[in-house]
């Protein structure tokens, strides 16, 4: 009888430790599962305040030239919390990129090719800390699919917008559309309808652009409307990714 009751309490030991060893898992995936949406999120916004920069320097006069100042400041601080050792990718890779940065901040002039290389680095460590943080791993609660689509690839997507919104506001601020912008921009409208999602309609940004850079032989359309135009595509795409994003906590 005193050999079954110990049997006994030996089995609800080892089975209390199980329940609590596997609790205590599930405690720390949660934690680096929320962990990983909070520094998605962050990467998220400081791709679109450098994605804005590198639009603003396009055309480095009057209120563009207060404005890429003060969100250079913004995009300076926006960096420390992702270069720190709590930071679940590559520190060091994110480190050169903050790097990089400092020399675009440093000299913003002709910067497009800069500043589209380092957000591309940046939107490959949206892919990075999903899997790090095992938002991507199969579970059958999530769907999988939604965040693929909606946090790691719209924000593609939305990359090429702001990559329209770059050229066509350096070319509605000389009046004219260069051979050199005409061919980036034709390249990049061609991207646009390579990767669009399902959900979205490129149809009036193609007409946009067409009507007011690339038809007109001299550009009548502001900068500043062309670039606030642009600015409301690429807001919209973003935010979707961050209804998603807020959806996975």
Known sequence: MIELII???????????????????????????LRGIKQLSQLLELIQKIQRHRGLCANLTGDNLHEQRHINNE?????????GPEYDGNVNRIQHQQQRW???????????????????????????????CSLTALDPQNNNQDLWQNVLQRPHFAEILGRLRAL??????????PADIRVQLLFQLQNLEQIQPDDSDISPILTFI?????????????P???FTRLTQAIDEQLQITREHLSQLN
């Open 224 to 226: 500043q409307h062309y």
């Open 7 to 33: 049997l006994s309490t030996l089995i609800l030991i080892v089975l209390a430790a199980n329940v609590h060893h596997r609790n205590k898992l599930a405690r720390r995936r949660q934690l680096k599962r």
């Open 75 to 83: 995009i300076t601080h926006l960096w420390s919390p992702l270069v």
């Open 102 to 132: 400092q020399e675009i901040s440093n000299t913003p002039e002709n910067s497009f090719m800069a500043h589209c290389w380092l957000i591309e680095k940046l939107l490959y460590e949206l892919t990075i800390i999903a899997d790090t």
């Open 210 to 222: 067409e009507d007011e850079i690339l038809a007109p032989e001299t550009i009548q359309i502001t």
């Open 168 to 177: 066509g506001n350096k070319a509605a601020s000389l009046g004219e559309c």
